[in-house]
């Protein structure tokens, strides 16, 4: 396993040569557990299982005989892993299969998936669809409501879970709240970064307006997609003790890449890998 580093130490913001052949040691880990001593997570207590989806769309390589493949991918990274990969490292390392020959759509799986295990710690599942072979992607709503057509005012622009509540008096519910209105910002670059989140809990009913004020607070918030969703998962769960809970953010691409965080309490299902439309 490759040894993590502190995020400004990433080439995030910083300007980089492309590399034109195969680099992996371009790959740039960095601890989840920093960010999670934040919120109060062991190492060894996760209140949660889950995975970072990743979705790659500028991926290209050359066959044996130097002419070029174009291909979507898609990543899992597990929750528990020790490491997240830096995004614009991912990219880079990506864009270094362009001039590079490989014997096989299986080879490049085999290498992706080997590099991308040993930057994280834990096994990173890979699946590569050539373009040729005419793959499709499915792009919907959640099955839920959203929350975006509320009338509220809202004055808070960085995190405050003391926003949230439920009604612990009122019967429990199952439900699915979703809201576009997500943004934060990059931990290193200040850039902004977009996503749907959609909250699938069973419990007391959470007080929809307070749940969106909350989503909204994180809009100067700066702190990496996987970190966000944690955060929202944790102050939730903490602040309106549902028995089960679901949170996935759909981020809206950069650099050819988007990541789509979800973490959830074991029993509830993985949510479908239905594209949000920005994306």
């Known amino acids: 396993m490759k ?5 400004d130490a990433s080439p995030l913001g910083k300007p980089v040569a492309y590399a034109e052949h195969y680099a992996p040691e ?20 996760l209140p949660f299982v889950g995975e970072d989806l990743w979705n790659a769309y500028e991926l290209s390589w050359l066959d044996p005989r130097g002419k070029p493949v174009v291909a979507l991918a898609s990543f899992r990274v597990p929750a528990d892993s020790p490491n997240i990969v830096e995004s614009k490292s991912f990219k880079l390392y990506l ?47 959640p099955d839920g409501v959203l929350l975006d057509t509320l009338d509220i005012d809202i004055d808070r622009y960085t995190p405050d879970p003391s926003l949230l509540k439920a009604d612990h008096g009122a019967p429990e519910v199952g439900e699915t709240l979703y809201s576009h209105l997500l943004k934060s910002n990059c931990l290193v670059t200040g850039q902004p970064d977009w996503a749907m989140v959609v909250v699938r809990y069973y419990g007391a009913p959470i007080d929809r307006e307070a749940l969106l004020r909350y989503i909204v607070s994180f809009r100067q918030h700066n702190e990496f997609h996987e970190q966000c969703v944690e955060r929202i998962f944790v102050d939730i769960l903490r602040e309106c003790r549902p028995s089960k809970l679901s949170v996935w953010a759909r981020y809206t691409r950069r650099g050819g890449l988007d990541i789509n965080p979800y973490r959830r309490t074991p029993g509830l299902p993985a949510p479908e890998p239905v594209a949000e439309v920005r994306q």
Request: aromatic share 4%; proline share 7%.
């Open 3 to 7: 040894h993590p580093a502190h995020p």
């Open 26 to 45: 371009l790959l740039f880990p960095i601890a989840r557990q920093g960010k999670r001593d934040e919120i109060g997570i062991a190492a060894d207590a």
């Open 95 to 141: 864009n270094s299969f362009n001039q590079t020959r490989v014997g096989s759509v299986a080879d490049l799986g085999k290498t992706l998936a080997r590099d991308l295990s040993d930057a994280v710690g834990a096994q990173v599942t890979v699946q590569i669809e050539p373009l040729g072979t005419r793959p499709e992607r499915t792009i919907g709503y």
